[in-house]
């Protein structure tokens, strides 16, 4: 290479410059194939590797994983150290594990052979760093040394106790035990452990204490009449296990159907009142289990986690069943979570013969027991023994279902529970809440109190709440019956701000300006102005049908239609949109057209014999929507499922070759999946954006599935992007065989539909009705996969296509490509052509295509095969295949060949002429011309092209006929007098050319210039009505501008396609202007189009004083021109000449713009409008529609006919149609009136069939059984029916709140939110779902709760001081949304824009330090983007899939933007997941000034909002209110980015952290690692606690941590200063630490009465006494050293007790 001059890129910083930044250095990746198969799997494989500086993957390349233990194991480092150096480390590293390999294969430890770094960690000790449940709290090193080699008896081992503790880490807030017992042995023999967790769970409850067990009845007192009217039902359960039998995580089979058969036979015996009957789970009839059901006695197999992890599980059903009596009122379970549970229950209040019946049952259950020589498990420690040790003692859980409406209202209600040893939850069971003031009320404890004194707690303490209530019920104090030991609580219960709707000052209009779909196109402001409050009676609204253009903008050459339907009738609502888009979309079908259906398949000729040698496989498909139910985009679960029933049991029906089966994509066997695979019949989740911005992926795949046939040639797919698609295929060129089986399948399922009264979307005017507009019609496609590699190749093979009205494809789907000339050709059209006439254009274009792939490949010609139409192009012959312009109907190689070569006198060739039409295609509903004229000879040079052109756009204007010109405004008969109730304003205008100068596609500056001046002054020298001003773009003054903008005045350089290729805004501004006379009446454009534009207009109805002022202007211009020798381009053929053809003639337009709201609505308008010879548009111009009727009306020709005959046309057609108007506001009939020519449509305007609302029969609740999410554990089917129908004033559904937990289930071990809100309502509305989320994601802060706010900043202590060295930068940020506004997952354009406009208000009134600018996301400049990602402030459009399905992402970058002070550390972000993300910031560790700013800039914006009249949503229980829940509260993130690389090697590391309720992440942000040892510290909680107490636990965290850092560098210990809780206590040496995180109930505010000054100062007064401590051990220490070594201080050290605190810590204030 560098014999040739060439040579590789390298430097002596980077090395080898390469692509990646990965690969950058030597790039080298030198890497060895290995078998380890015994190294790989030990523990320290992966960490030998790292310490090597090694990596590895599976042989199979990147992201592979060895199956075999073979690895391909290589260098981990490319840059900064050589290429010898790195293949030296691969060879070291790879002899020596070869060496660790072949010491296993020996049976020898490796210890010796582990790289050094490489920790040696307990031998398989669990790792439980992660984990919140009991086992991991109390499992420590030594205990686990203790007795992890023991086993019970029966050989159950401690890694079975805790498998289900170490499976399932919890959660900080909801601890779970963590181990089972597998025997009654297992809490004796593995003690250690169980005795800390026994104690933990149950209060304290040691060892030593024993557990008192009574059943005898009698020794209750009362419960025998509990008051009815708010008792409906009591209850007794508990559980049993049978000595000498193993518990349910460990028993065998044979050990299992024992105890089944032990008990049942016990059972057997039972007589009179408890006589009954077993029903085992396995071979269950479906009565006897239907009648379980109702009764709610059926158990099903465990799914959770919990207990499946424990092996409870194991061999389902086998051995369970279900007992009851005869009289349904005594139940026992076996073996499911114990060997038995024993239930007595009855609806009403005596909970004394409840419990006599449950003492009478067991007793008699353990007495048949003992008969056979068995009997419970049972100790005085324990009590009864059973698998969960949350159950030991009695294992009895007694409840009552009670009504309490007004207790339940009661700020106390919760603290009086816990006083009478209660607990409460909603009566559909465990984690439910109540939603009418019912509740379960049951016993909290089970261990260390006997049963009858557990029941007694119950009785006495639902009476006193019985008598609570009836005393709230009349208005009484309930304060003399307050429990003993009851506390009240320190707060009140908060009470939600009312919330409102704000007043929008700002547009909902989407910007489409960069949009490319038919929407954009479509959707003008004034028809979204029209529309954008309508709702179908479904609720579909517009937004809801165009979401899906505005977030997919699409590509100037990739039309999509941009627009869904949400249900059947939203093709009526809207159809001012529809309908243009489905003109537009299906070639011109317009209103009037009615569509035909044709399934008769004997229709088809042919079609049974395409040459199979050619035609692979044959195919037709169609959509279906069943009337009654919302489309995909809008559906929800009850209509989605309720559509899959319907469909699924007409499917059913199907019988012979049609009969199969259905599998639904939610409950599909891993076999099923893998056939349907393999028969490419499975659909995936959409991951399209145009679909998942319509919201077609939503709960995804509930009630989505797959049907076909058995012989796998008819499917069905059911709620996909349709209620279902139904296909037709089989392998072959029998197209007419698969069409007779599609139609037959077709009619049989809609046959079997009509059977029960549902039926099809289907009208005359759309036919089948579907939900995306391309679809409509037949929906369907008929296609073959087909070889045609010689064809394909022949540049006329898209032309023939087109021709035939096919399209083509690779054969993988949509946007695919052919790779061997096989293809999918099918249909182009769906709309307006039957499904036979469709699919017998496939069968004869396919046959045609194959019998011209033959000919050529026999080598002949095929031009006698082409179709008619199709084009035989020649050298330099532009390709004009996809053309709809008049140019590029008119040119053919003929013309082309005669006139390629010529040029116009000045120089303009054919290929000026005719560029505008080659590079702009345009469309077949909208044709323009496609050519332009360069100067005046064009038309004579070119005439072979430019003849026929004109012919064409003037409706036979042909080239022997003469033009005819008059501009006597004399000869106007009339138009002075047009009703001016009805005509708002008229103008007539045209364009002139001045001969001798090229036309603006081809002059040049001096030419331009030179018709500036010699039209200038000729307009200078008017005078009187004519006087005025020019005014040249360049060089125009601001007010100039503004003044020209206010009277629409003001031209722009143009930005259409069409004149930019034409080479017209060349120059741009030069010589252009405006020139207007001080009437303001008369105007003239310079340079623009044409040399010159003249305009004459007013307001009101006088036509004719209009037509004689342009006349008169257009007159004196042109005689002053001729003054100076020049004139205007005319002759008696084309009249005047101007630059684009449709123009030729007069150039004339004249209009009025006219009120017609009557006749707008009739549908014979535009016939009439047609035998007028007028046009009509909306006053907004070219390509705008009316909106109230308001229409501008003008003249439709122009060349052929005088000024005085158009302008005559108008009068009296505008005359007409006033006159029209008036009868049809009196409500008389038009029909005399129509002018002569009218001709009446042809067909009438097809009517839409009603739509309506069918019988939903299924439930909406979401499949939430394998999800993660904290809505998922709270929302249960009870809650969701209670609220499902509830709406926000705003409008905001439950399902708006839930969607994101639904359609993103998360993983057991990272706990998302699952929910959003709204609007600041939703927290209220749905509050039965809201409030136990909060209360888990919160550390159990409860409704009762208040949350305290405090942003004075001058109450933080030290933070100005951590240490820069260590804290790299300090930052605050949160969250605030405005009130009165919905927020981000709900809001629409309208809001988000106004929260815009008021947020960027209060900015820009920031000053001082504070003074900056906002940048908005859609305008921002390259150069502004470019430096706000190099300041890492620019967020991006989401993309997390929980942010996209909360409906976040939508218009984006609508609205959206950055605001930053000048000096860079005040920032704000608006309209991304809040409404403002508010942050301070700044390099360094003054954390104290970050917060002062912080708190500076938050009051500053929150003033400025109030004077604006809003504030920020925020309430006393919440405090502000936000989106996600998670960040209620403050919203604050306090954070550091600071260097711990020590500290984070220390295995406390993470529990230091929870202690000081801190978390860390990397500093590249969520969900990233530190590589380096640097961290992103910041504060773990956000509510319940003030941003001042927030920033201080950051502050004084963060200082002990770098403490910490500091004497790790000196390799001294730090377990003197460890968070209090996790320092050792001499005292018991073996016990573990309990104090590292605190429970749920610990992490509650203390419930005492201290006054606000003494619990603002209770934090400091604890770091007082600590740093005391540490200063008084530091003392001795030294005292000690001092005494021993017998030296004094060095030069210039002082005493130890003179010495100053270490960097980084505060003086005690003492001292």
Known sequence: MKDKNHQYMWNEHLGYVLTCPSNLGTGLRAGVHVKLPLLSKNPRFEECLKTLRLQKRGTGGVDTASTDGTFDISNLDRLGKSEVHLVQAVIDGVALLVEMEKTLEKGDQIDQLIPPGVLRPIENFPDLSNHNNWMARCLTPGIWAEIKDKATPSGFSLDQAIQTGVDNPGHPFIFTVGAVAGDEETYDVFAALMDPIIEKRHNGYTKEMKHETDLNADNLKGGDELDEKYVLSSRVRTGRSIRGFCLPPHCSRAERRAVENLVKDALETFEGDFSGKYYPLNGMSDEEQQQLIDDHFLFDKPLSPLLLSSGMARDWPDARGIWHNEMKNFLVWINEEDHTRVISMEKGGNMKRVFRRFCDGLNKVEENIKSKGKEFMWNEHLGFI?????????????????????????????????????????????????????????????????????????????????????????????????????????????????????????????????????????????????????????????????????????HPFIFTVGAVAGDEESYDVFAELMDPIIEKRHNGYTTDLKHKTDLDQSKIVGGDDLDPNFVLSSRVRTGRCVKGFRLPPCNDRHERREVERILTTALSSLDGPLKGRYYPLSNMTETEQEELIADHFLFDKPVSPLLLASGMARDWPDARGIWHND????????????????????????????????????????????????????????????????????????????????????????????????????????????????????????????????????????????????????????????????????????????????????LTPGIWAEIKDKATPSGFSLDQAIQTGVDNPGHPFIFTVGAVAGDEETYDVFAALMDPIIEKRHNGYTKEMKHETDLNADNLKGGDELDEKYVLSSRVRTGRSIRGFCLPPHCSRAERRAVENLVKDALETFEGDFSGKYYPLNGMSDEEQQQLIDDHFLFDKPLSPLLLSSGMARDWPDARGIWHNEMKNFLVWINEEDHTRVISMEKGGNMKRVFRRFCDGLNKVEENIKSKGKEFMWNEHLGFILTCPSNLGTGLRAGVHIKLPQLAKEPRFDAILKALALQKRGTGGVDTASTDGTFDISNLDRLGKSEVVLVQQVVDGVELLIKMEKKLEKGESIDEDLPQGYEAPTQEVAASQKAYRAELMSSGYPDLTKHSNWMAKCLTEDVYNRMKDKVTKMGVTLDNCIQTGIDNPGHPFIFTVGAVAGDEESYDVFAELMDPIIEKRHNGYTTDLKHKTDLDQSKIVGGDDLDPNFVLSSRVRTGRCVKGFRLPPCNDRHERREVERILTTALSSLDGPLKGRYYPLSNMTETEQEELIADHFLFDKPVSPLLLASGMARDWPDARGIWHNDEKNFLVWVNEEDHSRIISMEKGGNMKKVFERFCDGLTKVEDSLKKQKTSFMRNDHLGYILTCPSNLGTGIRAGVHVKLPEVSKDQRFDDILKCLRLQKRGTGGVDTASTDGTFDISNLDRLGFSEVELVQKVIDGVALLIQMEKRLMDMAEIDDILPEAMRPKPAEPEAPANGDVPTQEEAKPEATEQTAEETENKPEEDEKARRKREKKEKKKKEKAEAAQTEETPAEGEKPAEEQEPAEGEQKPAAE
């Open 386 to 554: 059973l698998t969960c040790p949350s159950n030991l003692g009695t294992g009895l859980r007694a409840g009552v279902h009670i009504k309490l409406p007004q207790l339940a209202k009661e700020p106390r209600f919760d603290a009086i529970l816990k006083a009478l040893a209660l607990q409460k939850r909603g009566t559909g069971g465990v984690d439910t809440a109540s939603t009418d003031g019912t509740f379960d009320i049951s016993n909290l404890d089970r261990l260390g109190k006997s049963e009858v004194v557990l029941v007694q707690q119950v009785v006495d303490g639902v009476e006193l709440l019985i008598k609570m209530e009836k005393k709230l019920e009349k208005g009484e104090s309930i304060d003399e019956d307050l429990p003993q030991g009851y506390e009240a609580p320190t707060q009140e219960v908060a009470a939600s701000q009312k919330a409102y709707r704000a007043e929008l000052m700002s547009s909902g209009y989407p910007d489409l300006t960069k949009h490319s779909n038919w929407m954009a196109k479509c959707l003008t402001e004034d028809v979204y102005n029209r529309m954008k409050d309508k709702v179908t009676k479904m609720g579909v609204t517009l937004d809801n049908c165009i979401q899906t253009g505005i977030d997919n903008p699409g």
């Open 711 to 890: 012989e796998k040639n008819f499917l069905a797919w059911v709620n996909e992007e349709d209620h279902c698609r139904i296909i037709s295929m089989e392998k072959g060129g029998n197209m007419k065989k698969v069409f007779e089986r599609f139609c037959d399948g077709l009619a049989k399922v809609e046959t079997a539909m009509k059977d029960k009264n549902h039926q099809y979307m289907w009208n005359e005017h759309l036919g089948y009705v579907l939900t995306c507009p391309s679809n409509l019609g037949t929906g369907l496609r008929a296609g073959v996969h087909v070889k045609l590699p010689l064809l394909s190749k022949n540049p006329r093979f898209e032309e023939c296509l087109k021709t035939l009205r096919l399209q083509k494809r690779g054969t993988g789907g949509v946007d695919t490509a052919s790779t061997d000339g096989t293809f999918d050709i099918s249909n182009l059209d769906r709309l307006g052509k039957s499904e036979v006439h469709l699919v017998q254009a496939v069968i004869d274009g396919v046959a045609l295509l194959v019998e011209m792939e033959k000919t050529l490949e026999k080598g002949d010609q095929i031009d006698q095969l082409i179709p008619p139409g199709v084009l035989r192009p020649i050298e330099n012959f532009p390709d004009l295949s996809n053309h709809n312009n008049w140019m590029a109907r008119c």
